[in-house]
Structure formats: structure tokens, C-alpha cells
């Protein structure tokens, strides 16, 4: 359509049509009562006429029902405008790629992209017309479940790995139907929830806001996703889906955005709970005020929003724009003209679960893993007669993490499968030995597991978090490894010091005590349909771990929220661990630094790091600085490296952290062979949000440096003129 047939369009509609285009309902009441509303979702909204009038559905399951939902709402829908289909795609459809955490740990954006471009292609042929992702919430606090829905700490790698998302999920091209559009979540700071409490409140300065939670949003609209999902939170008093200097001020007049907004799942319902609306048409009223196009699911706007109207309360005009920006995105899709798009069933066949899909999910489970800890015991012998496979996830399935979909943990391949397709000659001695239940006190099953690890060459010990302990809704108070699984672990070791821990977790555990008695640790988060296979591979070598931590592992819980960019205060402790000088920034029964800094990592092979250089000591605007920095592979295996870069502004008119990524590459590198890694510095790099929330440079002397968070090494400065 054109922008005039648009408009024609929208002038034709009656009010209850407008409004109708601003509704989001969940597919579900649909399909499971044969597209007739009589569930008890339905209650919530008059049935009627409501599969004639709504604008959107969310949470469909396949191209069938893509195409039914369409079609019986195209036959009852006097005006013909095409529903839009969203739905939650956050690792992967039916080929399920590690959890955004995980992948953060990769530091590798063309890895994220090629993970997000296959999700693309098995969402269009589901029917998806828009993704409810990149979620990139910036996240500090492992308390808070859905850390493991973010990339990173680090809004650098959130902001990179974002863009990368929305590029390769939008295409060039929203009108080609291979091509999804991306919904940015959720804005703003829903990471920064008060105690680590999903939902809770957040209070932040607009400068903290601005340095560290809005940049990745930001770079997601930049790099073109087409809408918005306020988060549930209130954002210093105010919720997000309300909040007018979030989403007018900054969304839509500073950085200029004329996309969608969509409210998170009744977050507008939700403001009367707040206590910040009166009533559901309060709420409505106060949405709308806020610029929020579509209320997801429940009903303020459906009930109410055609009163407000009426009564003057909501402009008109405020309507028509609302449903003008939801008109334009529907025919940016091409739907006026292909309402089914690409839904197609065939397709989904071909590519779900695919050889080329299992490859690209196995690379990047590989890749985002990270080894913690080896004193040598890894890669274990692939001539191994006789292993055992102990712990709560020896053999489970359950080995994606939250918001996979629904049902996808039954693809993954198990760690025995994984270990058989790699060494089908050992024989494996499985045993749960107790539950990752929280809580769970019963050790009954330890002592079997004992026996096996007795009776066998080496113990591949698999622990970890269930998979529903992390996600929406799922804060932990405590950050240890839930129920009886450290007294297994001390009991398996003690009977076998040959063991291997294998972690699967959502978020960053306190692995304190395990580090103690464990020989190595590989990290391997929730690594989607191939697990087993990647986690095989990297423990008989045959993939070399080359993952960094992009979110730093605490001590124990009481560290958080904590971030390696941290600012130096004016009593840094004196030395890292020492107790030396009280009176100084620390605490009484811990270090302050965390278990496992912020881009640690290691591999089978040893990068040896030289010669950091500068090809100038001066930096002005408008001119940029080469830092090169030599890269040696000394060991015997070969390997991949993410090299790191870190600034530090030693002086400025507010205080700057004492370490701050400000790039970083991935290298593979032969045994024996060497790079010069060479990175550009700019002005840009160097500008931060002063006290009266400008983004400024000043001039000054700057650090760079290499290795990782709390280890920099081969610092050189320059002078900022
Ligand atoms: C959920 C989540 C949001 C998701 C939406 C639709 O509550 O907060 O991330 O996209 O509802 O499922």
C-alpha cells in the first residue's frame, strides 16, 4: 500500500476498528478453543467481536496455526487489515542455540548473528511476522532469573551483539518474507530491579541511566528494530509503560523513534497495581499519555480506550497515530499484499532441526562455553575404558534454559549420547546421585553414585541450576548450587579425584566451595539442542573452550550487585585480597574482587600476549589511534582468542571506572602461530555522561590495555588533547 492508501485506510475505520488495531491477544485462547473465545482468557475480553476488530496475537505454535489465525480473522474483519503474529524467539525456534548469556560469553558478534540469521529462517516459516527480541537489559545482579535472556554486564556487548540480532533477523528488507521484525526489550533498566526481584522497582540517576542501561536499546534502534517493549518496572516512580520522559522524551524525541511500542504482558493493566492509575481506564489513559501503542493481552485498552476518546480524555489524534504507526508496520511487512506470508509448512520441515541448524547450535554451544578451572586433568582420553557420568544432569534433556519453546528441551542430545558419538568403545556408569532441586535435602542417591566414581578411570560430574530456576519470575536468594549437589560433589571427588564438573545454569552461580575440591570446571550455561555434543567434544578435545566470561562470576551472593567496572572510590582496598587496612573499600569475610572476573576464560592450548604499541602517545577529536598488540599461540592445541581491550580515563570531571571494555576480536590461531591484533581508538571511545548529563570528552591522560577484567597487563597511555 502506499502511504495515501494508508491513510485512506485509517480514515475509514470506525473507533472500536482503531482501537481494535491497538489489541494484542494471545493466540492461545484462540487455537485451543478452535479460534472461538470461550476459555476463561476469553472472560477477559468480549468475544464477540473481538477476532473481527484485534490488531495482534502472540504465542502461536506452528505455520498451521499461523495461517488459521490469519485467515479466520481476514473472513471476519470487514476491513481486511492483516493481523501481526509475534512471538517470543530469544534462542533459536525449533534449533535452539545457547541461552543470550551464554553466547555473550562467546565475544563474538558474528557469532550471535549467525545463530539469530538461522532463528530467522525457522521463524518465517512459522508464520512469525515480528520476534519479542534482542532482550538487552544490561544486568548486574545474578539474583535476577532473567540474566540469563541478556548477553552481558557490559553494555558494550549488549549494544554489539543487539545490532548484530536485529541485522540479522530484520534483513535489508522487512517486505521480504524470509525477513522478522525485531521487538527491543525491555526499556528501560528492568535489570536493575531493587533486592535482584523480578518486576521490582529501579532507582537510578539519569546519568547511570544513560552510561549504562539505555546504550544497548539505543544501538538496537540505530541498527533499525522496528518496536519497543517497555518494561514492567517503575523507573524512579513511574513504570516504564507510563513513563513519559522515557517514552517521549528519550525514545521518541531524542533518539527520534517512529516505530511501534508494545507494553509488556499486561503491563498496562498492571499500573493499577502499581498504585499509579485509578482503574484499568486510568491505566489506559496513562499508556496512551505515554506514547504505547498496543496493550499486550488483557484488556485497559479493548474496555476502555473508545470512552476515552469519546469523553475527550485521549485525542484523537493520539489514536490515529498510534494505529498509524501499527498500519505502517503491517504494510512494511508486505501483509496487506501476502497476509500469510511466510508461513509455510513444508519449509518448516526442511529446516527445523537441520544438519546445517544442528551445526551452527553446536559452533556456538561450543564457543560460548567457558573452562573455568583445569589443572590438567583436560581433555580426557577418548581411549578412556570406563567413565562415570554423575549428577542431576547426566542424562537429562533438560539442557536449553527458559524461553526456548515450548517442548524444545525433548531435541537436545543428552551428555551420554554426546560421549557415545565420540567414543562409542567407554563404557559409562550413569548416576544421578541427587536431585538440583532447591531445597532438596535427600542424599540417598549419593552413595551409588560413589560406587561409580570408584569403579571408574574418570568422573564427568554434571551440575548445575534446573532450567526453570532461571528466567522470568525466577530470583534466587542464594547463588550456590541448589540441594544436596556440592555434598555430592565432595563425596564423588574425595572417592575420585579424576573428576570433571560440567555446569548448566542460567545465571552466574557462587561456585566458591566447589572451586576448592574441583580439579576443572567447564561452564557450559544452558547450551541448547546440541549440548550433549558440544560438551562431548570439548571434554575429549576435540573443540578447544575458548569462551570469556561476559558476566563476572561472585564469591557469594552478598557481592551484588557487582560489575567489573567499578569505580575506584577514594579507599580502594590496598591490595586485592588483603585485609591489610581496614578502613578502606572491602569487607570483613570476603575479597572484594569476584571468584571469576569479567572476561576470564581458559583454554587447552596458552596465548601468550606481548608488545602492546600505540602508533601515536596524543589522541585529538576527529582523529583515531591504532593499537596493536601481539598474540602468540605457545601450546600444542589450536584455538580461538577473544583479545580484549580496556581503557581507563585517569582524570575526569566525574569518576570513571578503574577498567572498561572498550572493544575486543576474536583470533583462532595455529599451535605455533602468531597475530599482531590491531584495534582503533576514536574520540567517540572516550566520552562518558558528566554530571549535568551531557556526553562529553575531556581532555586528559588514558590507559589502554589487554588481558581481562582485574588482570590487565601491558598498559600504555596516551594524552587526549
Ligand atoms: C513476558 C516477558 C516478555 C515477553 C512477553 C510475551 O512476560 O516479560 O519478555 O516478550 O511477556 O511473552
Known sequence: ????????????????????????????????????????EGE???????????????????????????????????????????????????????IPLAIGCSFDDSLMAECADMARKESAACGVHVTFNPMVDTARDGRWGRIMETNSEEP????????????????????????????????????????????????????????????????????????????????NGVPSVANKWLMNKVLREEWGFGGVVISDYDAVGELVTHGVAED??????????????????????????????????????????????????????????????????????????????REIARRAAEESAVLLKNDGILPLPR??????????????????????????????????????????????????????????????????????????EA?????????????????RAELTLPGMQLELARRVIEANPHTVVVLFNGRPLALTKLEKIAPAILEMWYPGTEAGNAAARLLFGEANPCGKLSVSLPRSVGQLPMSYSRMNTGRPKPGPDSQAFPFSSCYLDTPNLPLYSFGYGLSYTDFAYSSLTLDRETLEKGGSLTVTVTV????????????????????????????????????FLAPGETARVTFTVTEPQLRFWNFDCEFVSEPGTFALSTGFADHLILTKTFEFL
Open 632 to 667: 602468540a599461540n605457545r601450546g600444542q592445541a589450536a584455538g580461538k582468542e577473544a583479545v580484549q581491550l580496556y581503557m581507563r580515563d585517569l582524570k575526569a570531571s566525574v569518576v570513571r571506572p578503574v577498567q572498561q571494555l572498550i572493544d575486543y576480536k576474536k583470533v
Open 156 to 235: 558494550l556487548i549488549n549494544s554489539r551483539m543487539g545490532a548484530a540480532v536485529v541485522r540479522a533477523t530484520q534483513g535489508e528488507d522487512l517486505g521480504n518474507p524470509e525477513n522478522v521484525a525485531c521487538c527491543v526489550k525491555h526499556y528501560a533498566a528492568y535489570g536493575a530491579g531493587e533486592a535482584g526481584r523480578d518486576y521490582n522497582g529501579v532507582e537510578l540517576s539519569e546519568r547511570i541511566l544513560r552510561e549504562t542501561y539505555l546504550p544497548a536499546y539505543k544501538a538496537c534502534l540505530d541498527a533499525g528494530a522496528r518496536l519497543v517493549m517497555p518494561s514492567f518496572n517503575s523507573l
Open 383 to 456: 581411549t578412556a575404558r570406563r567413565l562415570a557420568l554423575i549428577g542431576p544432569f547426566a542424562e537429562t534433556q533438560h539442557l536449553v534454559g527458559f524461553w526456548s519453546r515450548p517442548g524444545a528441551w525433548k531435541d537436545a542430545v543428552t551428555l551420554p549420547e554426546g560421549i557415545r558419538a565420540l567414543a562409542p568403545d567407554t563404557e559409562l556408569l550413569i548416576e544421578t546421585g541427587c536431585s538440583a532441586a532447591i531445597g532438596d535435602t535427600d542424599e540417598s542417591g549419593i552413595m551409588k553414585a560413589v560406587a561409580a566414581a570408584r569403579a571408574a
Open 459 to 475: 568422573v564427568i560430574l554434571a551440575l548445575g541450576e534446573k532450567e526453570d530456576d532461571s528466567g522470568e519470575g525466577r530470583s
Open 280 to 357: 484499568l481506564k486510568d491505566a489506559a489513559r496513562l499508556a496512551m499519555e505515554a506514547g504505547c501503542d498496543i496493550d499486550m493481552v488483557k484488556n485497559a485498552y479493548y474496555l476502555h480506550l473508545a470512552d476515552l476518546v469519546r469523553e475527550g480524555a485521549v485525542s484523537e489524534e493520539a489514536l490515529d497515530r498510534a494505529v498509524f504507526r501499527v498500519l505502517s508496520l503491517k504494510n512494511e511487512l508486505g501483509l496487506f499484499e501476502n497476509p500469510l506470508r511466510g508461513a509455510d509448512e513444508e519449509k518448516e520441515k526442511a529446516l527445523y532441526l537441520c544438519p546445517a541448524h
Open 44 to 98: 477477559m475480553l468480549p468475544a464477540e467481536d473481538l477476532n473481527r476488530v484485534m490488531g495482534s496475537v502472540l504465542t502461536f505454535e506452528d505455520a498451521s496455526q499461523a495461517k488459521a489465525l490469519q485467515e479466520k480473522h481476514l473472513a471476519a474483519d470487514p476491513k481486511k487489515i492483516p493481523l501481526l503474529l509475534m512471538l517470543d524467539v530469544i534462542h533459536g525456534l525449533r534449533t535452539t542455540y545457547p
Open 1 to 40: 500500500m502506499t502511504k495515501e492508501q494508508l491513510q485512506s485506510l485509517l480514515e475509514s475505520l470506525t473507533l472500536e476498528e482503531k482501537v481494535g488495531q491497538l489489541v494484542q491477544c494471545n493466540a492461545g485462547q484462540f487455537i485451543k478453543n478452535q479460534m472461538e473465545i470461550t476459555g476463561p
